[in-house]
């Protein structure tokens, strides 16, 4: 089975939550329309004023996806049980 890696966009002030809520739809438009292994994608209120985008892709599609998209970070991503 492939690695997967977490891009990770971060969003900060009072339109946080938003905004990373408005991002999950464009990352989803971006999967169907580059026809992307894995459809995982998700938004995380971390705190007040800051919340994060994701994305979750395999490694062999992750130089082409953050070139395109421009992530803030990435981290391996570990499926949970």
Do not use: C
Request: hydrophobic share 40%; no cysteine.
């Amino acid at each position: 089975m492939e690695k997967k890696l977490k891009l990770i966009w971060d969003f900060y002030g009072p339109d946080a939550s938003p905004t990373a809520k408005h991002h999950e739809i464009h990352l989803k438009q971006f999967i169907e329309r580059d026809q992307l292994k894995n459809n995982i994608t998700g938004f995380i209120d971390v705190e007040p004023n800051y919340a994060v985008a994701f994305l979750v892709v395999d490694e062999s599609e992750m130089i082409a996806v953050r070139d395109a998209l421009k992530p803030h970070r990435g981290e391996w991503h570990t499926e949970e049980k």
